[in-house]
């Protein structure tokens, strides 16, 4: 068997593979800067998800509740009742800012001049159509004889994605 000679190490010589260079530490901190900024826009992302969320929730939960109220009130005071107060507060939300009234929460029935009409034109409501019941469409207010009433519950609201709107439209028969 034979003995292999071992080298001693070479003194004063430096061993260029045994560590990091400046440029090795700039690229890992360049990655690491780009690493945490995109981790940081994902969760700035995620917060502003969640809020956009939380706000669509708060706002179906008042228009459900705005259809709940509607319902309960008598089917002929209906319209009598909820257009004199169209307007109403949704908690945890900001109103817009060209709101006049301060509310975020609308009913809108198909009125002109505060009178329900057939001759209203909302695709949304089915509008034009006979809410009287007597096979015609007419230009007359018929406040005090429908037999059906659309309405739409709107809340608009400003959030963290800028204006946002969340609508219920509702065919109420008698």
Same mark, same amino acid.
């Given at each position: 068997?034979?003995?292999?000679?071992? /080298?001693?190490?070479?003194?004063?010589?430096?061993?260029?593979?045994?560590?990091?260079?400046?440029?090795?530490?700039?690229?890992?901190?360049?990655?690491?800067?780009?690493?945490?900024?995109?981790?940081?826009?994902? $969760?700035?992302?995620?917060?502003?998800?969640?809020? @956009?969320?939380?706000?669509?929730?708060?706002?179906?939960?008042?228009? /459900?509740?705005?259809?709940?109220?509607?319902?309960?009130?008598?089917?002929?005071?209906?319209?009598?009742?909820?257009?004199?107060?169209?307007?109403?507060? #949704?908690?945890?939300?900001?109103?817009?800012? +060209?709101?006049?009234?301060?509310?975020?929460?609308?009913?809108?029935?198909?009125?002109?001049?505060?009178?329900?009409?057939?001759?209203? $034109?909302?695709?949304?409501?089915?509008? %034009?159509?006979?809410?009287?019941? +007597?096979?015609?469409?007419? $230009?007359? +207010?018929?406040?005090?004889?429908? @037999?059906?009433? %659309?309405?739409?519950?709107?809340?608009?609201?400003?959030? %963290?994605?800028?204006?946002?709107?969340?609508? #219920?439209?509702?065919?109420? #028969?008698?």
């Amino acid at each position: 068997m034979k003995l292999l000679p071992t /080298r001693a190490p070479l003194r004063g010589r430096i061993d260029r593979t045994a560590g990091f260079t400046l440029a090795d530490v700039v690229v890992a901190m360049l990655l690491l800067t780009m690493a945490a900024g995109g981790l940081t826009g994902a $969760v700035t992302h995620g917060l502003r998800l969640n809020r @956009v969320n939380e706000e669509t929730a708060a706002a179906d939960e008042a228009a /459900r509740a705005m259809v709940e109220q509607i319902q309960a009130t008598p089917f002929d005071q209906r319209f009598a009742v909820h257009s004199a107060q169209p307007d109403f507060a #949704v908690p945890r939300l900001n109103v817009q800012k +060209d709101d006049e009234d301060g509310m975020a929460g609308k009913i809108l029935f198909p009125t002109i001049d505060g009178e329900l009409r057939e001759d209203v $034109v909302d695709a949304n409501l089915g509008m %034009p159509r006979d809410l009287s019941g +007597d096979g015609i469409q007419d $230009v007359q +207010d018929h406040s005090g004889d429908y @037999v059906l009433l %659309p309405v739409t519950v709107r809340i608009e609201w400003t959030g %963290p994605s800028g204006d946002r709107s969340h609508q #219920v439209h509702l065919l109420m #028969v008698q």
